[in-house]
């Protein structure tokens, strides 16, 4: 091995304004975190640039960041919505770093599955690491530096020097107890503007089934074996570095914060929660029979409830249920296990806690019926569930590898009917598709023409509301009507499908039906947001997505689209 080269290092995470929110990326600040923990004191020049804190498209800074600091690896995390913005802005950090002996990676959701694709159409000679990065990247910086071998590296795919051909090597997964604490010096800038920080105390999903879930990033196989926690005790010492940044309030990372075996979250949730920090709140996603189960005896009820009442009182005031749909049929399209009756109660468990509780929904899928999309809504709307249901005109990503789309073949297969209709979105990694009911097909394309303009004034109005009392709009008044007039605009939303879904059996025209309700509706939540907006702290309203938000929802048409 030679000499190691001095290293400067640029970990950089792109940023796209088709996901609006302000917050810590935190797939970052681990792998961040995990480069210290490997290097210690001999990487003096670690810089880091979210640019999803800072709401950017724009990669000016980093190119001036890597010539005024002789950057020799770039690391570029490439999540949902950015291949567009890596394909057209890379040449420009590559010219910055050109005649430098340079190390260039890419790693996050996108090349994890179009690795192959950036190496052709963006970068011959950079590195992809597939899923987790934690272990590789320390080990690939070091080979680079050394002149190493990458042989036994893994999660790396590359193109080899000689015959081009691409080199895939085996993925692995971590311990989560292996690779130190995420890195939190950048952290200030993103809680000064209300930033939403995070917090990981496991990875990978107790239920791995659901057909239309993508689960590659984290794991290997997709199976719910995968699912790994960290030590309460390294969980505790990221929070106590937090709270000395004066941070008190965080979201769990995790898709399934109570996954696997009741035994085992409560051997989990008893050694952490006790010793929480009484000023920390915290959010969790958790999934429906993690609160609530119709399996569960009385005895293990109890238990789960328990458990519950004790997070409750260590600080949990949020939590996000994967309910997606309250129509029996469609579950079990979407083989999410739980029954609409289970998600209501596990959403009232919750709320007689005091838990503030969002729900995600996937209205429509490609093999829906126009009686699924109302009877789900019917059940929403009837039970409460509506207002607190986080996108009502969502409708499924056929993503590339997922179990949906093997469905939708084998549904084309035999109907002798093509429903996939183009080439995979390389930022969202989905399918165009159009719908096996063509009525459902004339309710998504009339949906969609609202949704266009709804999106720019929901996204952030339910974004910037999200969290409590360190959120982008803080729990102030304005704040707090905000949300109240997103609850009631959900409800006229459900009601407004529901009168198209009728006048689509009626044969008539749905237009008009959604416009007489949502159009109003939407002006009330613009101006809201507006009012939100401008009541937040000087230092928020200057952000770009602020920016936005405000632009947009000053300058929404008076005429229905
Ligand atoms: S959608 Fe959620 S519950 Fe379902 S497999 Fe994915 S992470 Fe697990």
Redesign the pocket.
Known sequence: MSQPKSLSVLLLNLFSQKYPAIGESHGLSVVAGALRESFGDELAELYVMDMVAQGNESLDQAVRMIRENGVNVLVVGVPYGTYQILADHFAELQESISGRDALVVFGGALPTYLGSRILKEISREAFIIQGEAEAALPLLIKAWSCGGDTASIPNLLHLDPESGEEVWHPRRLVNLDDHGLPYRDHLPGIHQVGGQIFVETSRG??????T??L?GLTDISGRSTEYRRRSPDLVLQDISTLLDLGISEVTFAD??FLGTSLDEVEEFVRALAPRLPGSMDFGASC?VHSVYSRRDDKETDQRRQELLQLLVKSGLKRVFL?V?SCSPSQLKRYA?GHTREESLLAMRRLQELGVRVEVGVILLDPLCTLDEVEESLEFMSETGMVQVASGLSNELRLQNSSTYLRMVHRYQQENSVTLINGEMDADTLSFPYRFADSRVGELSRQVSKWSARVHPVYYPAKNLSRFGKAGVLRASEAGLALRAEIEEFRLQYAKATVAAIQELRRDGDPGPVLGRIIQPSLARLASQLQSALLSADESVRNHPVVLRALADSRNLPPEAP
Do not use: Q, V
């Open positions: 999903c107790s239920w791995s089934s659901c239309f879930c689960r898709e399934d999934t994967g997606e999410k």
